[in-house]
């Protein structure tokens, strides 16, 4: 069931109505951006990628929830030592301290009857039929928040590359997105909506062929429940396989000339299998939808209204950007 719930929070049909929240956090973000420089990209495509669990939501206890969330991501890929100082000490800390906050967050939604924006809200109606428990909401929350924000960061620090060093490519983007948002000032200057972005179809190849090209989870797993025979291998039951996306993406066999960047392969659709960004089948990413909203509505502003230029640094991608 909580499957269920989470595919439907992230469904075309939940999320259309999400544009203008996802605008005003872009709106918000882009300014701070002008002429400070660098600007850590990754770090700020992570402020853009924070909608899908709790919506457009100013509330303290939200901006603090971000925060401890920052302190378990800078350790959860560290050694597993457990001792105070450790990045991994501090991260199992602010695990704890994110339950507590969510759990502190969860009981206010209750008390006030509003249940609020994003996956949060939706578990918070289900819960008043007592069908989940606020733990099965709290872990289902942090999972989200791990799955989307990493993600979605990194694909646009992607693009943001791919369009720095493809001018002829940004050109065609910029043309798409001038286009639209003369549309939008001819129509009493209204603001972008879901069709909008359905119109956005170079942009949306680029996000496609950036998905191939970086392949920023480059594999997932399944494990075996049972014996199972293929292709005349035996793969025993508790082993695990894993589908690398990344070899796939970059096989000649069905992406010609795979290094290079190109969003016009993406004008005939690629053959079943052969591309899955998202992963297939019951486990497939259900936020894929949402992740590409936020980066269409990103690239819209960023395109219409600034310059960024790259800047090569020994570790990290940083950008500045300019008014156009
Ligand atoms: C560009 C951004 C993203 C990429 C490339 C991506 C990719 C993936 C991939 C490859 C998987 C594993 C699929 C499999 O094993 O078959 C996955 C799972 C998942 N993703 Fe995403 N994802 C992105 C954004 C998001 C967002 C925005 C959300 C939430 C709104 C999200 C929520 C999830 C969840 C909950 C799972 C686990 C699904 C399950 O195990 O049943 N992802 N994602």
């Not at 909401?137 to 992607?158: E, K, M, P, Q, Y």
């Not at 797993?221 to 293929?230: N, Y």
Request: aromatic share 8%; hydrophobic share 35%.
């Amino acid at each position: 069931m909580l499957k269920k719930l989470v595919q439907s929070s992230f469904s075309p049909s939940a999320i259309r109505g999400s544009v203008h929240a996802i605008e005003n956090i872009v709106l918000n973000c882009l300014p701070k951006w002008e002429n400070a420089t660098p600007i850590y990209t990754l770090q700020e495509m992570k402020k853009v990628a924070m909608i899908s669990a709790f919506g457009d939501n100013p509330e303290q206890e939200t901006q603090g929830i971000k925060c401890l969330y920052q302190k378990l991501e800078k350790g959860y890929n560290s050694m597993p030592l457990d001792f105070p100082g450790t990045p991994f000490h501090k991260a199992m800390k602010a695990r704890k301290s994110l339950n507590e906050r969510l759990r502190k967050l969860i009981e206010k939604r209750r008390r006030s009857g509003e249940s609020g924006g994003g996956l949060l809200g939706i578990l918070l109606k289900k819960q008043k039929l007592n069908e989940i428990s606020d733990s099965q909401i709290a872990d289902n929350i942090i999972g989200v928040i791990f799955a989307a924000h990493d993600t979605t960061a990194s694909v646009l620090t992607w693009v943001l590359k791919y369009l720095h060093d493809n001018a002829n490519v940004l050109e065609a983007v910029v043309r798409e997105q001038d286009g639209i948002r003369r549309k939008l000032q001819h129509e009493d200057k209204r603001a972008l909506t879901w069709d909008d972005t359905r119109h956005m179809l170079l942009t949306t190849r680029v996000i496609q062929e950036t998905l191939r090209s970086a392949s920023i989870l480059s594999f997932t797993f399944r494990e075996a429940v049972e014996d199972v025979e293929f292709q005349g291998y035996v793969i025993p039951k508790g082993w695990k396989v894993l589908p690398l996306f990344r070899t796939i993406h970059h096989s000649s066999d069905f992406f010609p000339q795979p290094e290079i960047f190109d969003p016009s392969r993406f004008e005939v659709p690629p053959k079943p299998n052969t591309y899955i960004p998202f992963g297939n089948g019951a486990h497939s990413c259900p936020g894929s939808e949402l992740a590409k909203l936020e980066m269409l509505i990103f690239l819209h502003h960023l395109t219409t209204t600034y310059r960024f230029l790259r800047l090569r640094g020994n570790k990290t991608e940083a950008t500045i950007c300019s008014a156009r």
